[in-house]
T-cell receptor, first 111, second 116 residues
Framework: DAKTTQPNSMESNEEEPVHLPCNHSTISGTDYIHWYRQLPSQGPEYVIHGLTSNVNNRMASLAIAEDRKSSTLILHRATLRDAAVYYCILIPPDTGNQFYFGTGTSLTVIP | AAGVIQSPRHLIKEKRETATLKCYPIPRHDTVYWYQQGPGQDPQFLISFYEKMQSDKGSIPDRFSAQQFSDYHSELNMSSLELGDSALYFC???????????????FGSGTRLTVV
């Protein structure tokens, strides 16, 4: 199963952009790249996902490398509510298959 | 919008007792996943169901069993509880009919199980 590598922790100042990197060198051609975040004692929350092209939604942007071996989650203006553990997860397109969270990046937002 | 509902939110059991956790997916979602998250750890996959059939299995102990019912809700049954079973248990749902590529997985708020 394809795995991801993320930095254990990152810091950002409030209202500044944050770039959260993820390496997935063993990604298969059909795996989708998903990002979730988790606040303490809460369930993971979907942020964004993509396959090959960069993606934007109201929460964030996802930049995917041309060879798909890495991706970057971009929070355009970090707020205190963005402080969470961010997980980059590879998910195959077939429903029902397990997917792995990995260790995630703990983001601290400094006021 | 309706979310994934898990019950109970908190549960305290003694060693060797049994526990049943319930998960109600988003309406029209046909796939349910169960995850276990120990203190300070990342979520670990337990088991998943698609259209009421088990579709994948992870590191789920033999003391645990689960099923998905005709209304698509799922229950995780845990017997002979051990102290190490204390954790947050999450379920997530998704739907093939809605098109997986259009949506992410939706997680519930979890059940916190404490075994004493």
């Amino acid at each position: 199963d394809a795995k991801t590598t993320q930095p254990n922790s990152m810091e950002s100042n409030e209202e500044e952009p944050v770039h959260l990197p993820c390496n997935h060198s063993t990604i298969s051609g059909t795996d989708y790249i998903h990002w979730y975040r988790q606040l303490p004692s809460q369930g993971p929350e979907y942020v964004i996902h993509g396959l090959t092209s960069n993606v934007n939604n109201r929460m964030a942007s996802l930049a995917i490398a041309e060879d798909r071996k890495s991706s970057t989650l971009i929070l355009h203006r970090a707020t205190l509510r963005d402080a969470a553990v961010y997980y980059c997860i590879l998910i195959p397109p077939d429903t029902g298959n397990q997917f792995y969270f990995g260790t995630g990046t703990s983001l601290t937002v400094i006021p | 919008a309706a979310g994934v509902i898990q019950s109970p939110r908190h549960l305290i059991k003694e060693k060797r007792e049994t526990a049943t956790l319930k998960c109600y997916p988003i309406p029209r979602h046909d796939t349910v996943y169960w995850y276990q998250q120990g203190p300070g750890q990342d979520p670990q996959f337990l088991i998943s169901f698609y259209e009421k059939m088990q579709s994948d299995k992870g590191s789920i102990p033999d003391r645990f069993s689960a099923q998905q019912f005709s209304d698509y809700h799922s229950e995780l049954n845990m017997s002979s509880l051990e102290l190490g079973d204390s954790a947050l248990y999450f379920c997530a749902s998704s739907s093939v009919r809605d098109g997986l590529i259009n949506y992410g997985y939706t997680f519930g708020s979890g059940t916190r199980l404490t075994v004493v």
